[in-house]
């Protein structure tokens, strides 16, 4: 999602909250949750679940290894939950041309550096560069160079953009920065 008027340019990132991520955490929680009870019962030796028998799973080494899958699952669920409660990689790039300044802000992990804000003169800005990476993981990433610093990236890692998408958004942004484009 972006907006943009003659002199600014905003555009909006979306971070951890997204279905998939939901989809995922529960589907881990539950299948996790699982295995840990699976584990207890057949430690306990009572049904905690009524699809299995708990004499047909022996603790030792079957419980043992349902248990501890069951415990690095959650650990790995709760890992999820959090990164979406924070929207972890939500934020937004401000390009101002006005002001002559860019401002790229994303949500971290809490902590120190939970709010990361990393401002530009633009004309400190090179180019506009697309990469395209084809084959079993094809990849295609736009990235802003700035003089002594590298690349930015602008681009999500899971934002599927078909070549021609990032094409034209390169374009867009290129003609609004009034920079170069770099790399097709």
């Not at 995922?24 to 057949?42: R, T």
């Not at 401000?94 to 804000?117: A, H, S, T």
């Not at 690349?151 to 942004?173: C, F, G, H, S, V």
Request: hydrophobic residues 45%; glycine residues 8%.
């Amino acid at each position: 999602m972006s907006w943009r008027s003659k002199r600014i340019w905003i555009e909006l990132i979306a971070g951890s909250r997204k279905t998939s991520n939901l989809c995922w955490a529960f589907i881990l929680f539950l299948g996790s949750l699982g295995f840990l009870l699976v584990g207890i019962s057949s430690y306990l030796g009572i049904n905690l679940i009524s699809l299995f028998l708990s004499q047909q799973i022996i603790f030792f080494p079957q419980g043992l290894v349902m248990s501890f899958y069951g415990i690095a699952g959650l650990f790995f669920s709760s890992y999820l939950w959090c990164t979406i409660s924070w929207n972890v990689g939500s934020g937004y790039d401000l390009f101002d041309i006005k002001e002559r300044i860019v401002c790229i802000f994303r949500w971290g992990f809490p902590g120190k550096n939970r709010r990361i804000l990393l401002r530009f003169l633009m004309k400190d800005i090179q180019s506009i560069r697309i990469e395209v990476k084809e084959g079993i993981y094809a990849r295609h990433a736009l990235y802003m160079e700035i003089r002594g610093q590298g690349a930015i990236p602008l681009t999500r890692t899971d934002e599927n953009l078909t070549p021609r998408e990032i094409e034209q958004k390169a374009a867009k942004l290129a003609y609004f920065l009034r920079v170069p484009i770099e790399g097709f």
